[in-house]
């Protein structure tokens, strides 16, 4: 079975572009996670999904990043305008529901000059 | 919140030895597991286990909810084990928040 999906793996951009990070979920799986992480920061849960259906929220730092999960295979999350401070990898992860074993994507690595 | 520590935060290992890691957390958790994030920054499921033992290969681990920690056990250790190792845990009462610890950085020399 494939993993979880994420693209594009490296994203380099301007300040003040809007960047679009995509998720695809492994299949069957019904609770999607975006994580960010920094040196600083360690691994933060950002947003959850359970059933396509945002549950948590309160991880999202600014109202400049948004996430949206429109069906079962697909999430995004975007940062518009982005800022030299969101460059971090951000992970997707999915699980088959709450508590049980979470899997991630290879992340996406973005970079904002 | 629920506080994850881990330890040791560095270890550096000759290929070949063994090696136990902690993973301490402040509250009973419903939800445990052990990740590995490889040197290219993937990470890497090794265990879910919210109590008891359980072994793979050359890694074992071992929750006790009770006393509220758990262990991560690498034997003969080789130089593709090097990384970072992470615990998160979860609760039932805040279900879908994991809860990171900041990892141990393992460096196996050949």
């Known amino acids: 079975d494939a993993g979880v999906i994420q693209s594009p793996r490296h994203e380099v951009t301007e300040m003040g572009q809007e960047v679009t990070l995509r998720c695809k979920p492994i299949s069957g799986h019904n609770s999607l996670f975006w994580y960010r992480q920094t040196m600083m920061r360690g691994l933060e849960l950002l947003i959850y999904f359970n059933n396509n259906v945002p549950i948590d929220d309160s991880g999202m730092p600014e109202d400049r990043f948004s996430a949206k999960m429109p069906n079962a295979s697909f999430s995004t999350l975007k940062i518009q305008p982005s800022e030299p401070r969101d460059s971090a990898v951000y992970f997707c992860?999915?699980?088959?529901?709450?508590?049980?074993?979470?899997?991630f994507g290879e992340g996406s690595r973005l970079t904002v000059l | 919140g629920i506080q994850v520590e881990q330890s040791p935060p560095d270890l550096i290992l000759q290929e070949g030895a063994n090696s136990t890691l902690r993973c301490n957390f402040s509250d009973s958790v419903n939800n445990l597991q052990w990740f590995h994030q490889n040197p290219w920054g993937q990470l890497i499921n090794l265990f879910y286990i919210p109590s008891g033992t359980k072994q793979n290969g050359r890694l074992s681990a071992t929750t006790v909810a009770t006393e509220r920690y758990s262990l991560l056990y690498i034997s003969s250790s080789q130089t593709t084990d090097s990384g970072v190792y992470f615990c998160?845990?979860?609760?039932?009462?805040?279900?879908?928040?994991?809860?990171f610890g900041d990892g141990t950085t393992l460096t196996v020399k050949p």
């Open positions: 992860a999915s699980s088959l529901r709450y508590l049980r074993e979470l899997f």
């Open positions: 998160a845990v979860e609760r039932n009462t805040n279900a879908g928040k994991s809860t």
